[in-house]
């Protein structure tokens, strides 16, 4: 095992109705002057941000608000939050939506307390203070409520990056999984693929011995191949709702994927995918990462033998364990196909002809990069041709 | 799935030589005077003691000392730690060692910012405020390095008793693996069995559909399994040292127990004996714990069956679910056995006949207690009577 810190410091207040005590977690952790930010019509149309204004009225604490977060969060609105809070003095950032708004409120909370321009901080400096942020989660996915990262796109050239620091972690996460019960299907699905994805990109590891974290891994994802087809199945299933959203903070605030190589590959050549089509981030997802398991598994065939029996319920082929590994990534793909995501850049909306724009955006060029597997701008062109053509 | 908080803002720094940095962790938590609080000598003897005042001096922190706290640490001491922080302007307790010391050091920082008597925290009050607390690690077991529990014995008549507050919760913990490789197989044999304890006691729950929650605790307990026979059979192996580590942090945070209701009268019963006879609280949960699952099983066979398959690799009988049910409990015992472990009173070096003694200081009179088996007196009893004659 790895020396590594873990330190994840957000309470999680989880369950139904909690959001009716967002007023008093901002007054517990400091906050006084609120910024609620959120995306679209949905949270003021399901009568959330009336109750989230309620607790806030109720805590005597005063507020502005700023909607308008799109997915593939953009910095024109990061822009925008941090001269409405400078403008406003506000101290305290609530989140009310799913990854997107999260990042972009993490984004305005370390932009407030930054003299230069916030895109520095997604372009490499270290972020040391942030104002203090809060959350109310509404859809089990990006696992942004419990992580210190945030992804935000530069409309400028859809140029997506992410950032990263303990400065960003939520003060608090409100997780309500009855919130996620009026989510259409194919969103559901779209965050549990993220979700999966999230642990795989821990779970492929060149790190020996780390029996823990393989086994808290594989916990998650087996939770997430049990309940995610019963809420595809029971939009209004809160007991699966439930273990799919605390599945989801596990996956991602880090303590399934200390003290071992990690591989983001997947990640990165997805969100060169929902840059330039705008789809889903999980659904970009669900086409890329079983392409580039399939690409990569020579590289240690036990593993995904293991991936295979212990989380898609294979048995061992002994004589053949390469057919193994094979069954357990095709079984990766039906699962998915099987929950609605698409597999395949026809599915998905994607165009072969873009892959080598694609590549070029990328931008490894001449380099290599992956923790489990370095891949050269051949190598990820390779993947999505495979994911071009993918099929069941 | 209940509702819950979950709050775990414990910053872990894990790996090798790691106590090297205790001074820098203590200066960003704020620590400017350190109580270095310890056991015997063994932690100056191995020179552990040396490179943490080495580290302290090298951040400029001043500190004093007080040592041997005993296994199931003493009240008086507590006292004494307290007098000593406030005469000599102490503003942040380090606990080098493992869960007594741990357990002693929360016990102070809360007395010391407390006018009454800290007893009163161990008899019900709850704990609102504590010196911050920072943790060097030497054995993996109690979980205290990640808990805001702590347990303090009363040598006036050996009432052992506990407390709990997120104000206990360390500001950092250090764990090394390779400081516990010195340890000798018993004591290692004990740590492991009150990690799969604190486990146990999370996963015999009558909430349903936790699979999330069921899995994470199954994921410790393979591990348990898996990695104890290894540091038993080679003492030197920090991989699997590393492994048990994590996992003992992992098994009492929390984190594996949420939003389910839980069953503690294993702990309870076990303390008893550890109180009276001053034995290991590890030894003593490996004769009360098998003993209390042989009398509770048929209150839910199943899920005695799903810990005999998933975490004990028994086949499941489809005729008859409760010989797979004892057949694990028994590969629980066997287990114990096989690691060193006592698994009777005789071994333990208890006493049938103290039973009615040890009945009557559980305390709980006429009363029932426990969240998946309410037990009365006449049930303890007869869990006693079943520990006391176990065999394999």
């Excluded at 699905?189 to 642990?199: E, F, K, L, R, S």
């Amino acid at each position: 095992m790895d020396n590594f810190n873990f330190y994840s410091p957000t309470e999680f207040v989880f369950g139904n109705d909690r959001e009716n005590e967002c007023g008093s977690y901002v007054k517990k952790y400091g906050g006084s002057k609120v910024l609620i930010h959120f995306g679209g019509g949905s949270a003021e149309r399901s009568g959330l941000l009336g109750r989230v204004r309620y607790s806030l009225n109720k805590s005597g604490i005063s507020f502005v608000e700023l909607g308008g977060v799109q997915p593939n969060p953009r910095d024109t609105l990061v822009y925008k939050g941090i001269d409405l809070c400078r403008s406003e003095g506000v101290d305290f950032i609530l989140a009310v939506g799913g990854g997107s708004v999260i990042d972009s409120a993490k984004a305005i909370a370390a932009g407030v307390l930054y003299d230069g321009d916030f895109w520095d901080f997604y372009s490499g400096k270290n972020i040391e203070k942030a104002l203090p942020v809060g959350v109310v989660l509404t859809i089990a996915a990006a696992g942004s409520e419990g992580s210190g990262d945030s992804v935000i796109t530069k409309e400028d050239g859809m140029l997506k990056r992410g950032a990263g620091s303990d400065a960003l972690r939520a003060r608090f996460s409100v997780l309500n999984p009855a919130l996620t019960q009026t989510l259409p299907a194919y969103q559901t699905a779209c965050g549990a693929t993220d979700i999966m994805a999230h642990v795989f990109e821990r779970y492929f590891t060149n790190t020996k011995e780390v029996e823990i974290t393989d086994r808290l891994c594989e916990a998650v994802l087996i939770t997430m191949v049990k309940e995610t087809p019963r809420v595809i199945a029971d939009p209004d299933n809160y007991e699966a709702r439930a273990n799919i959203m605390w599945a989801g903070m596990v996956a991602h605030n880090g303590i399934v994927g200390v003290g071992r190589s990690q591989d983001w590959n997947s990640h990165g050549i997805e969100h060169e995918l929902s840059a330039l089509y705008d789809c889903a981030h999980g659904a970009g997802l669900a086409v890329i990462m079983p392409s580039w398991m399939e690409f990569v598994y020579k590289h240690n065939v036990m593993r995904f033998c293991q991936m295979a029996t212990r989380v898609f319920g294979c048995q061992m082929n002994f004589e053949n364990p390469e057919a193994t590994a094979l069954e357990g990534i095709h079984r990766f793909r039906s699962f998915l196909h099987s929950i609605g995501m698409p597999i395949n850049f026809a599915e998905l909306g994607a165009k072969e002809e873009d892959i080598p724009a694609l590549v070029e955006k990328f931008g490894i060029g001449d380099g290599r990069t992956g923790g489990f597997v370095a891949l050269s701008s051949a190598d990820v062109t390779e993947i999505y041709k495979i994911a071009a053509k993918a099929s069941l």
